[in-house]
């Protein structure tokens, strides 16, 4: 079912020495399912841009109190494309899958 390789892009704000933040990026592999459930096309910048829509199916992977370690703050790289997640579910709550429902071409 885990056919297509995937990388999540997790952000992170490290705490600097004078009350600065500095935000950092972290690569994590994964196998997933990936899922075309739709698309929209907007008007920016005098054109259309689409904005397709896609579930994304890994492994679960949690923090120490068992919540999911990805949040919506995180990116989908999947081959030359950059996903925003918009939500973050445990399938079944079972803790054996997460579904990340992403989109393509939104702002951070």
């Known amino acids: 079912m885990l056919r297509s390789r995937v990388t999540l892009r997790a952000r992170t704000l490290t705490a600097g020495s004078r009350g600065t933040y500095t935000e950092t990026t972290k690569d994590y592999p994964q196998a997933a399912w990936i899922k075309p459930v739709g698309g929209v096309e907007r008007y920016e910048a005098m054109r259309v841009k689409p904005g397709d829509r896609y579930n994304v199916v890994i492994r679960f992977r949690g923090d120490a109190n068992g919540n999911p ?39 951070t």
């Not at 990805?70 to 996903?83: A, G, L, N, P």
């Open 69 to 107: 370690f990805f949040t919506i703050s995180d990116r989908v790289i999947y081959q030359t494309r950059e996903w925003a997640i918009e939500g973050v579910e445990d399938v079944g709550m079972q803790g054996k899958w997460l579904m990340l429902r992403c989109v393509e071409n939104k702002p």
